[in-house]
């Protein structure tokens, strides 16, 4: 990426959006380790009353085209890309999904909030009830694109604005998405007034209340994937999110995934200017790394402290 482009990322500062606070205490500074689409360095910030972990400053609207490069990898993650690692990740995320999904009428009508290039979309079109009825929304044209080009339903805009009638929704899902946004819970109240009473929200995002945070929370966490997570949870903090979008909490767990583990190690190495050839053992294509953290984190699932949290949200009947 050209210096201009690099330089072209504005930063504007913000507050906690669950409870509007400015006293935000730093935990952590890092940069975009992954993309290198700025040069700035960010500060991750802790709530001292709804444990939110947030950037502040964080880059503006203006700024997403550049902090999400057209190689981002949620615009395209295909099999011809990332392998063994995109067959076993398709496996384990349709049993995930068809799992949240017990219980649904064969005709239910599933949203996909953030739905990238529809993989999540496409596996439940695969593996899912025929009856099912999937839409998605997302708000970069890129993913829109590959989403379509998959043959499916997907909206360019905001949940906030999408055309689907209130109360029609059976089941959304809201993966890697949450922590991307500027307003979490004007995001969760759209999709709450989109759910049928007592339809159901899947979320997943990542857990700072993990020990791969606790261990690398100061500058090479994962999880931050500094500059474009920009609100990041913990159980407590989760729960104070629902509470504050209006929404009743069915269950609050951890999942296992590796992610956040091997990109901490990743960040660290590019960070001492390692070779490439070492750097590359820790990717999302990186299968031997991959499958070695997924067993480690699987652990610390047995014990509430997955990397990531999986959620249950519910709209009241």
């Known amino acids: ?30 940069e975009d380790f992954e993309y290198h689409t700025t040069s700035h360095s960010f500060l991750a910030v802790r ?64 949203l996909d909030v953030g739905c990238g290039d529809g993989f999540h979309l496409d596996l439940l079109r695969q593996h899912g009830p025929k009856g099912w009825q999937l839409h998605g929304v997302d708000t970069d044209a890129r993913a829109v694109a590959a989403a379509r080009g998959r043959g499916l339903d997907v909206e360019e805009q905001p949940v906030e604005t999408s055309a689907l009638a209130p109360g029609s929704i059976d089941f959304a899902l809201c993966i890697q998405t949450i922590e991307h946004v500027g307003d979490p819970v004007a995001i969760l109240r759209a999709i709450g007034k989109l759910l049928k009473p007592g339809g159901r929200l899947y979320l997943i995002t990542d857990n700072t209340g993990s020990p791969d945070f606790k261990i690398t929370k100061g500058r090479h966490w994962g999880g931050y994937h500094f500059p474009r997570h920009w609100n990041l949870f913990n159980k407590a903090s989760m729960r104070k999110l629902a509470e504050a979008a209006d929404l009743e909490v069915a269950k ?43 067993a480690f984190d699987t652990a610390f699932t047995v014990i509430g402290r997955g990397a990531l949290l999986r959620v249950i949200l519910r709209r009241p009947q």
């Open 1 to 30: 990426m050209a210096a201009d482009e690099r330089e072209s990322v504005t930063l504007e500062n913000v507050a906690c959006c669950i409870c509007g606070g400015v006293d935000g205490t730093p935990v952590g500074v890092g």
């Open 47 to 110: 709530c001292p009353r709804c444990e939110l972990i947030y950037l502040d400053p964080r880059p503006t609207p203006a700024s997403l085209p550049v902090i999400y490069p057209d190689e981002y990898h949620a615009f395209a993650f295909d099999e011809e890309q990332f392998g063994l690692v995109h067959k076993v990740r398709s496996r384990l995320e349709a049993r995930r999904l068809l799992r949240a999904g017990r219980g649904l009428p064969a005709d239910a009508h599933v």
């Open 252 to 294: 609050l767990s951890t999942t296992t995934s590796p992610v956040n583990w091997t990109y901490s190690v990743r960040n660290t190495l590019v960070d001492w200017n390692a070779p490439s050839w070492m750097v590359n053992r820790f990717s999302l294509k990186a299968a031997p790394a991959l499958a070695a953290f997924t």
